[in-house]
């Protein structure tokens, strides 16, 4: 070999080694999905909540669990002082866009390893319809928990952990990484180490920045295109979902776990978008059936320990104006999203803490009034806010016809 | 295992190297090429059973026509013709089956009543490019352009994995005479070069083309069935994909080009920046080059010769004033480049948006060939057209070649004719929410985030790569890295750089204080890389980011053909 070609394939391969090796300590070092349990800093928010959380909630050893969507991880503060101590540590498993079973799976992966005194799950209206599949996820995801769904232990969880170790030598880890690193000199959202999703200084002026009205307008706008699916496919109640909810108490019963289920507070633009796309019956029903089905559940095993709240009526937080010069509203980012603000009530209220109340807990005796009651809320909200009905009418009426011009072309 | 995969990178490649070298030591280059064969059939068969099975099936076919028409008994003109007709016909049938499996399949299961499972259909890889190949084999024969086919060489020739994938359809011509060169210096007089190629074209696979698929899948595959896109959605997505179309098979012509050349061989080249074209016609010359050289050979010229001699055509030409000769005989040959790229859309598919595909082309290229006639009598003034046409003509072929990829990517033609409505106008300029906010009083450009701003910048930057700067195979002109690659007159775009350098060079007024820096890009234009260390650097870094982007990515698109 000549010299030349040598220096060439020496400098090409010295170079490449050390860039690839670069990459890989770095990667190891800040540790940005905690595979490896250190965390000397917290992942950036927007690490991959699904892959690190599976890891980390091992890591954390809880002694209760907060489950839901992306409202919870946001909404819910797991260190607040409203919980019991008894149940502390507490790990937040609020994952983005969670679907029931989802949550369903994520308590099977934590409770076959150790048990659990409290599981508090925020429950969405949209989760439950059959607009999704809702009975599955993804591969890369069940592969990971320790445990298949029928309780079995998961025989591919090795190869699955070897598969998110090998992320070392990935660019996505490469720019999570950097990310968290980036976010903590900044300041800017990241989870903490109890999986909570942290609106820094820096993450609440940016918000703040952007105005609540553009925040509040591309949610509205998703919310609209969703309900207006749902409604088009004859919305309904998936009664697997339910038989998911079930499992869920089954779980939680069979390992001696307390359960407390609560509908997630929603901002009145989209109770009043579902309410024009017609779906306020079902999701009326729906309130109905799943305080049927805990009820039904308690009577059946009586020392399960079951309540429902719902926080989802038109209470001052969530009627609160959405204005052209709004930086940020007290109770919401956005209309499915709720502040801490909103958050603590909730924890404070569910744990019979003095303070404002903005919920009630569910049971078939007064169900029918607590509806009857959000419904007055509802006219109350209309007459006295009619811009913020009229904002909200707007932009559905200006989605629907675009929609309804688009299925004419079709 | 894809080039783009570790399996390939870290292990296939490593171990293939080593026994190559070990091997093409002895001075008996039947082991190195033992080797090769050998090696390649472990990567077919990573492919799956099934497409062993394929390529062996087909190799061992076309093997047996070749030997029956170089037989003695084959100077029988008839034999001869007719084991050249049964052998295409039987690689056509072989396509045509595997293209419409799940078709047939599905006949069978209602009128026979069988029971195929046909979610585990599985595509062969690289069956069309092999079939072709096979074609081009035995017409090689045939035509009696081959007299001697060596067993060895023929294996190695039909199983050479560096181009088994995703081609390029190589002649044997091409291939044998370089095998007989296996030497122990084989490797290290080219691993330079193929370094070079594999690192550029991992690069291009896995850190540009694999970067964008997100975009197009979420424009062409999880848009709502009813939603109709507005005109900058549309034409974000398909300008998108223009690119990672570009990116994809341009990254895995380097990398088979790389990994061949590791062994000496050079394939042809297959790809030379296509949205530099400034027609149609040009615009297939430059793209997918092997297979456009074989449809013009096997399928346009026999068409066109055909199309020629009618007596009415010859009575046409003959009669026809001088000036109107050449355009008439182009008006003739229309229904040649109909069949031609309708063959090519059917090569890749045989579903309507492919059917779509080949024929707008068919359209675009028959109006340009028309042009081309035309042209002369219109606008006489050469230099006046180029000075229009060059930059135009390049828009022109570029919104022609995207719109047509429209229907390469969609799932239907149904959801192309959707896509395509959008790019028009009909659903709007901008998406139906950012009109919505006006009406709210709140201003459009404040919903761009930092996201969509990064991708559309990402997008622009990557048209001006893709159209102004040199490629791969210019970067690396001094090594003659592919088969056929000439080099070509300097683009007018590089050329207009040059010449502005030049200028700054010698007028005293336009002088520029940094000499180097355009003495250093003039001789990047004209000589291309030198193999130093800061190359070699810049070559590692390209090839580190594409390893790291792995993860990320999938299987090459033209896979799948």
Redesign the interface.
Known sequence: MDAHTKYFISTWAVTLGAIVALAVIFNVVVDPYRLLGWNLLEPASGVDARLFKAYEVMHAAPNALILGSSSVELGIDANHPAWPHSDRPIYNLGIPAATLYLCYRYLQHVLFSRPLKLVVLGLDFESFTDLQRNDSIEPEVESRLTVNRDGSINQEQGRAHARDLLRGISLTELIDSTATVVDGITDDPNFDASGDFVFNRSGLGELSSQGAMRTFFMLDVYIIQKAHRLSRAGVRVDPQVLLILRDILHLCDSHGTQVILFINPVHADLLEIWDSEGLWTAFEDWKRQITALTHEYSQAHVHSRISLWDFSGYHSYATEGVRRDSRLLEGYFDPYHYTRTVGDVIVRQIFGQSGPHLGTELTPKNIEAHLAFIREQQQEYRNRQPLDVQRARLLYEGIVSSKNNDKARH | MTFSS?QFILIFVPVTIAGFWFTARSADRRWAMGWLILTSLVFCACAGVKTLAVIVTSVAGNYLCARLMLSGNSKCLRLRAAVFSVGVCLNIMLLVYFKREAAILTFSNLVLGTRFDLARIVFPLGVSFLTFQMIGFLADIYRRRLKEVRCLDYLLFSFFFPRVVAGPIVRYGELAPQFARFTSRTL??H??VA?CLF?IGLFKKA?IADGLAPFVTQAFDLM?????PSAITAWFASLAFSLQIYFDFSGYTDMALGVARLFGVRLPMNFNSPYKAKSIVEFWSRSHITLTLFLTEYVFSPLMKYLLQFRLSKALLTRAPNQFKHLLMTVMICPAIFVTTEVSGLWHGISWPFICWGTLHGVYLAVNQIWRALRPLVWSDRRSYERVMNPAGLVLTLACSTVALVFYRANSV?SAL?ML?GMAG??GFLP??W???N????DTW??LDFQSIREFSWIIVLFLVVTLMPNSMEILKGFQPALNFHVNPVPSTVSMARSAGQEAITSPTNASPDWGAIRFIQRFMREGIR???V???L???A???G??????GGNFIYARF
């Open positions: 570790y290290r007089e691993a330079p370094i690192s850190f709502p069935a009813d939603e109709a149904g959707s409505s009909l659903n139906t929410e009109a919505l906010l009406r709210l009083g709140i404040s919903i193999l130093n260390r190359t070699a650097s070559i590692a870094l090839c580190a980011l390893i790291l982007a792995l993860n990320d």
